[in-house]
């Protein structure tokens, strides 16, 4: 029989190594979910203000004209604010992907590194 001796630490380090960039993965992640979430709720925002804006232009217009006027004006502005919203999304979703395929990239110079030296 033999008697081995169990190095945690090694374990633990292979553990580590090994999960790595799994852990990383979802922190990305999950750091892209919390920026969309609150583009989103901004979003949300820019929608409850324009809804207000036109409800307190219909009740203070005098005329029709007047009230069509203020609503393209609320309207222009509400879509510079959703186009910039765009942009944001776009940014986000491009610094995801580059992420994960960084991530992707790291994980499997790991796998080859691991490999070669099992053998």
């Known amino acids: 029989m033999t008697d081995r001796n169990l190095d945690v630490n090694a374990v633990l380090e292979t553990y580590r190594s090994a999960y790595a960039p799994f852990l990383r993965a979802q922190q ?22 324009f ?18 006027a203020v609503q393209r004006k609320l ?17 986000i979703a491009t610094e995801s992907q580059k992420t994960v395929t960084e991530l992707f990239g790291d994980a499997a110079v790991k796998a080859t590194a691991g490999k070669k030296k099992a053998a």
């Open 28 to 49: 990305e992640g999950l750091k892209a979910f919390e920026r969309l979430a609150r583009e989103q709720y901004a979003v949300a925002g820019d929608y409850l203000e």
């Open 51 to 68: 809804s207000l804006d036109a409800t307190k232009a219909a009740m203070d217009a005098k005329t029709g004209e007047q009230l069509v």
């Open 75 to 91: 309207g222009e502005e509400l879509n510079e604010k959703i186009q910039k919203h765009a942009q944001r999304f776009a940014a």
